[in-house]
């Protein structure tokens, strides 16, 4: 298929999509707004419509909370009954959105709206509105960036305490799956609506359902302190990929606040404390990888999965450790479509799982991102022609068979459409 032809096919998902409001993921499987695709959603707008892509950053700050968070999942009350969880099982939740008359999750995701705010702005031509822009822009994501640092912090580190698999983005990865060893349950009873459209075996098992509502019933508990949720909860974690985008954030983030005569938001000093501890924390010499570190147990969880790698778009990781963790990674995934989320050998490893193996088109984004960023500029460009290519002859799943190249889970997916722009766009 021609570039034009792909490039025009995803325009058309990212209109269909458009709620007037903001962009869904996908109409048929979550009808809301959520904080990382519409990050993602942005920087493929920036290519064709600067001014959507703008008011899609906008409106995940509308649903900023007053200590500065910024949700995971902005509820759309015309489509409450089409996706379960809704608003009624994060009941604490909504007191602590700024704006009363929007209904959120309790949870966030990684830091991704303040890169792509800072990406969007600098696709604008015009100084004065790239300066407006980052202007009614930073309060919003400076609040995002220091609430992570300041209200998701443990004692001793300064690396963002995660508490939700949800607000990882990566639900049933191998890398929790601590949490359903823990067989925690929910109170209220629940129905799952998200196989309704997919198939159930592309979909979280019901054991992880349990854990995912059991968690939110812990956290809405604790009106959403980490300090009380902790005291109670079996989940904590630093996510390799959290951490990596937090500090991207907070570099971005500094980079807007210069643009604007600002003094810097976050200091060399606090970057290099935090790069110190990601080293520390999140490297595991044995598999030669970057993990994950369970807060609760004290350990590191020693999964290989591509979580590592897309950790490269965060700037921290030196080029020679990125050149090993790569060449480590994908001789794992040898013969599979890149990137595997799980390398196909592992024993979690499933092809349509969801998490658990599938490609994903923002995942490839960020660890091509990370390798050009670390100087393996032919690795970068084959990663993205390989994503193009997947794209070109599987459409716009939500993710990608490794093994088959095939689409699953839901269709004319926003994030593959906004990934697919931005490649295409530089070239790719
Ligand atoms: C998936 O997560 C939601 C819960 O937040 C779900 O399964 O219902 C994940 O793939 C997540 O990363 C993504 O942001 C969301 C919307 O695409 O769907």
């Excluded at 790239?130 to 400076?142: E, H, I, N, S, V």
């Excluded at 799952?192 to 992880?208: E, L």
Aim: charged share 25%; with cysteine; proline share 8%.
């Amino acid at each position: 298929m021609p570039d034009e032809r792909l490039a025009a096919d995803a325009r058309r998902i990212l209109r269909a999509n458009d709620t007037g409001y903001w962009t869904v993921p996908s109409a048929a499987q979550y009808p809301h707004q959520w904080n990382w695709d519409s990050a993602f959603v942005a920087i493929g707008l920036a290519t064709f419509d600067w001014d959507r892509a703008a008011a899609e950053v906008d409106a995940v700050l509308r649903g900023r909370w007053r200590e500065g968070m910024l949700p995971h999942v902005r509820y759309d009350p015309r489509h409450l009954a089409d996706y379960f969880p809704g608003p009624d099982r994060w009941p604490r939740a909504q007191a602590h959105v700024a704006d009363s008359a929007v209904r959120t999750s309790g949870i966030t995701n990684p830091p991704m709206v303040v890169t792509a705010a800072f990406l969007v702005g600098r696709r604008q031509p015009k100084r004065e509105r790239r300066l407006a822009f980052w202007r009614r822009t930073y309060p919003g994501l400076l609040g995002f960036v220091e609430y992570l640092a300041r209200r998701r912090r443990l004692r001793g580190s300064p690396l963002v305490a995660v508490v939700h698999p949800w607000e990882s983005g990566w639900d049933n990865s191998p890398r929790w799956d601590h949490l359903r060893a823990a067989r925690l349950r929910p109170r209220r009873p629940y129905t799952r609506q998200d196989a309704r459209g997919v198939p159930a075996s592309d979909r979280p098992s019901d054991a992880d359902y349990d854990g995912y509502l059991a968690l939110v019933e812990l956290l809405d508990d604790a009106d959403y302190h980490v300090g009380r949720y902790r005291a109670v909860a079996p989940f904590c974690v630093h996510d390799v990929l959290m951490d990596a985008l937090w500090y991207r954030a907070a570099r971005d983030l500094c980079a807007i606040a210069e643009a604007l005569g600002e003094p810097p938001p976050v200091s060399k000093r606090r970057l290099d404390r935090f790069a110190a501890a990601f080293e520390e924390r999140h490297w595991d010499p044995d598999l030669g990888l970057y993990v994950d570190w369970d807060c609760a147990a004290g350990r590191r969880i020693a999964r290989p999965t591509a979580a590592g790698l897309a950790a490269l778009a965060g700037g921290l990781i030196g080029p020679d450790r990125a050149a090993a963790t790569w060449e480590r990674y994908t001789a794992l995934c040898a013969g599979a479509h890149a990137v595997c989320t799980v390398p196909p050998g592992d024993p979690a490893f499933d092809a349509r799982r969801y998490w658990r193996g599938p490609v994903w088109a923002p995942v490839n984004w960020l660890v091509a991102d990370g390798l050009a960023a670390a100087g393996l500029a032919m690795e970068a460009a084959g990663l993205r022609a390989g994503t193009l290519d997947l794209v070109r002859e599987a459409g716009f799943g939500e993710y990608f068979d490794p093994l088959t190249g095939a689409p699953c889970g839901a269709g004319e997916f926003s994030w593959t459409a906004a990934v697919t722009l931005d490649l295409l766009a530089a070239g790719a």
